[in-house]
């Protein structure tokens, strides 16, 4: 095998080795939210558009609280509407008991869906919204 080769095979070696940690440590933060499941309120603060040309998509910042301690998360958006139609409104927020930095705003119903939360009749308004 030619060194060009060794070295495009090391590399796409440890880019699936990079995808695959990072699936893997998704799938657990999921999985630790499901199995320790609380929910609490959020509310969004602020809607960052995003660099299109950096690749960066646009993202929602919130806060919730549990026991008395502040979070401050962002959710990844990727639908094309406005999102600061969102801001200052409260959402749930389900995240690990016993790690709740590991938490997921619910807005749509599929997202309540995963995590096998009926979707509340107040949030109706959002399906407007819906990528």
């Given at each position: 095998?030619?060194?060009?080769?060794?070295?495009?095979?090391?590399?796409?070696?440890?880019?699936?080795?990079?995808?695959?940690?990072v699936l893997l440590w998704q799938y657990n933060v999921?999985?630790?939210?499901?199995?320790?499941?609380?929910?609490?309120?959020?509310?969004?603060?602020?809607?960052?558009?995003g660099l299109s040309t950096k690749g960066q998509s646009?993202?929602?910042?919130?806060?919730?609280?549990?026991?008395?301690?502040?979070?401050?998360?962002?959710?990844?958006?990727?639908?094309?509407?406005?999102?600061?139609?969102?801001?200052?409104?409260?959402?749930?927020?389900?995240?690990?008991?016993?790690?709740?930095?590991?938490s997921r705003l619910l807005i749509f119903p599929d997202?309540?869906?995963?995590?096998?939360?009926?979707?509340?009749?107040?949030?109706?308004?959002?399906?407007?919204?819906?990528?």
């Amino acid at each position: 095998m030619s060194q060009k080769k060794k070295v495009w095979t090391i590399l796409l070696s440890c880019i699936t080795l990079f995808f695959t940690i990072v699936l893997l440590w998704q799938y657990n933060v999921r999985e630790g939210i499901k199995k320790n499941k609380i929910i609490v309120i959020g509310k969004i603060i602020e809607y960052e558009q995003g660099l299109s040309t950096k690749g960066q998509s646009p993202q929602f910042v919130y806060y919730y609280y549990v026991n008395g301690a502040s979070y401050k998360y962002f959710r990844h958006t990727n639908w094309p509407k406005d999102g600061s139609i969102f801001i200052y409104k409260s959402f749930p927020v389900v995240c690990d008991s016993t790690n709740p930095k590991n938490s997921r705003l619910l807005i749509f119903p599929d997202e309540f869906r995963d995590f096998n939360i009926p979707f509340p009749d107040s949030l109706q308004w959002v399906l407007d919204y819906q990528p």
